[in-house]
């Protein structure tokens, strides 16, 4: 493996401005953004906040295990509300990429946008059941050839660059993500593992110091994982799509967004 990569951060757009039109895919601007350590949703993480290790985790799990499962359709309209470009609404911000393409442009073909699982859903083989399979609290907008080369790959650092998303590096059995999505993706896969704990039905997740995972019902890398979420802490974006998906979709919340410190408590 090669030591992590430094590349320019898109944070993605954060500034609530209108664009003129609505054009191809297109990188976005890079952008400095405010960051924080906790962010605050209310009273939501109520009787939670104080505890720690494995007392907050069971707690977390059955907090957020309290939502409102979406059908696979829905998540078309969900990922266009919750990964809206808040530059021009009438498009979705790419997960890997980081560009904007119209919200119109999702399908199958190869320039247009699709549903990534950012935990392969064959890591635990839930595929696209309601549940695991449609949370949107990990399912991303995707370009379709990117998400291809992604395919079931676990996270890690190393690899060769890809050259439709560059920035984002893959090899055998791993694929790394571009700087500006490494702290995402971390947050994504620890919300997943403490949300789906095999209590409902589906397999446990875990997060694990390994890749190569295959079909197991595990995802790694966790120490790697874990250093994405402290050198790339949530951005603006990431907290409004948290928001969203609680507020007009799920009615649950990524802890590790508002609460990012908990991902060493608890992982």
Known sequence: MTPTRRVAALAGALALVVAPATLPAQALAPATTTTVAAYDPGTYYDGVEGLSGAQLRAALTELISDQRVLSYSQVWDGIKDVDEDPQDTSSVVLLYSGTSSPKSNNGGGVDNW?????????????????????????????????????????????????????????????????????????RMIFYMAVRYEGADGFADLEVNDRTGNGSAPYMGRLSVLKEWNEQDPPSAFEQRRNDRIHDGWQGNRNPFVDHPEWVESIF
């Open 114 to 186: 699709n549903r990534e699982h950012v935990w392969a859903k064959s890591h635990g083989d839930f595929g696209t059941t309601a549940g695991p399979g449609t949370d949107l609290h990990h399912l991303r907008p995707t370009d379709v050839t990117v998400n291809s080369a992604r395919g079931n790959l676990d996270f890690d650092e190393g690899g060769t660059q890809n050259q439709e998303a560059p920035g984002n590096h893959a090899d055998g059995d791993s694929w790394e993500p571009r700087d500006a999505d490494k702290g995402d993706v971390a």
